[in-house]
């Protein structure tokens, strides 16, 4: 009793650390003073005030863009490479591929960054692309650092699967890519689905790759936030950071609703295939009867 009981008030004291000072932001959004410190009433002008910030509009819908690419672009390389260390057991150089694969986990933001940085310098000397540093720069910087978190996540997932299925499969004559894409890929959908929002998050999230890749007009919502913080915490940025929150809480609660209706109707599926075969032992005139 006396370690639930423990163990329950550390779940709570986690909890309220976590989660109180994003009530408090959110709170404090609603605060009619200049002054974040000095609660002036309530008020929503700084919400409305968003909307005549074309500045930091521009920067939201721009990170949301780029956030969006790089999900896509990060669970197509990083299936491929989880696809490559999980299923090629053997080839010439595994380990250095391995390696540099998962190399963006362990490396500092702030090392990769200057490594992109220059090697977009010297391509735009050598080849003259890219001409300028933008969204484009930023996009390949986020990829490349999202693309190891999904490897990762897809590898765990591919080591777990049964190889039967797909080996019945091309035993039954499908061609291995569509063994692929029919069998492999619904199997892993859980996994590229989480991978996708890890990558989403990340590249929402980041500052570091993104002050060193971007350039002028290239400014991300995690930049223009900084740049103002650096002035002076403002009720306007408590104001942008609750929608980030009630925009990811809203995304979170779809994925989980539509995930879990899925399921059920898996379950449903499953019993009611179960039952029809009963039935049908049931009805065979050779069946015995259950004693």
Not at 106 to 128: C, K, R
Request: charged content about 15%; aromatic content about 10%; hydrophobic content about 55%.
């Amino acid at each position: 009793m006396k370690n639930f009981r423990f163990s329950s008030l550390m779940l709570w004291a986690g909890l309220i650390f976590i989660y109180l000072p994003m009530v408090i932001l959110v709170i404090y959004s609603f605060n009619a003073s200049r002054l974040v410190t000095v609660w002036g009433g309530w008020s929503t002008k700084w919400y409305v005030s968003l909307l005549d910030d074309r500045q930091l509009m521009g920067a939201v819908w721009r990170s949301l863009e780029i956030a969006c690419y790089t999900a896509i672009a990060a669970v197509a390389l990083g299936t491929l490479a989880a696809f490559v260390l999980t299923r090629i057991s053997r080839f010439k150089g595994r380990t250095l591929f391995g390696g540099l694969v998962t190399a963006p986990l362990v490396m500092p933001e702030v090392i990769t960054g200057l490594s992109l940085l220059l090697l977009f310098v010297a391509m735009a000397q050598l080849i003259g692309w890219p001409a300028e540093r933008g969204m484009m720069t930023i996009w390949i910087a986020h990829t490349t650092f999202c693309s190891a978190y999904v490897a990762v996540v897809v590898s765990a997932r591919l080591r777990e699967l049964d190889l039967s299925i797909e080996e019945a499969a091309m035993d039954l004559g499908a061609r291995p890519w569509k063994v692929f894409f029919l069998i492999t890929i619904p199997m892993i959908a859980p996994s590229l689905v989480a991978g996708g929002m890890m990558s989403f998050a990340l590249s929402l999230d980041d500052l570091v790759l993104a002050s060193f890749v971007s350039g002028p007009g290239a400014t991300t919502l995690p930049m223009e936030v900084f740049s103002k913080v650096r002035l002076g915490v403002t009720p306007a940025i408590n104001a942008i950071a609750s929608l980030i929150l009630l925009a990811v809480s809203l995304a979170t609660f779809l994925v989980w609703f539509f995930s879990h209706r899925a399921e059920e109707r898996r379950r449903k599926a499953i019993q009611q295939v179960m039952e029809e075969s009963q039935h049908a032992i049931g009805a065979r005139p050779d069946a015995k009867p259950a004693h």
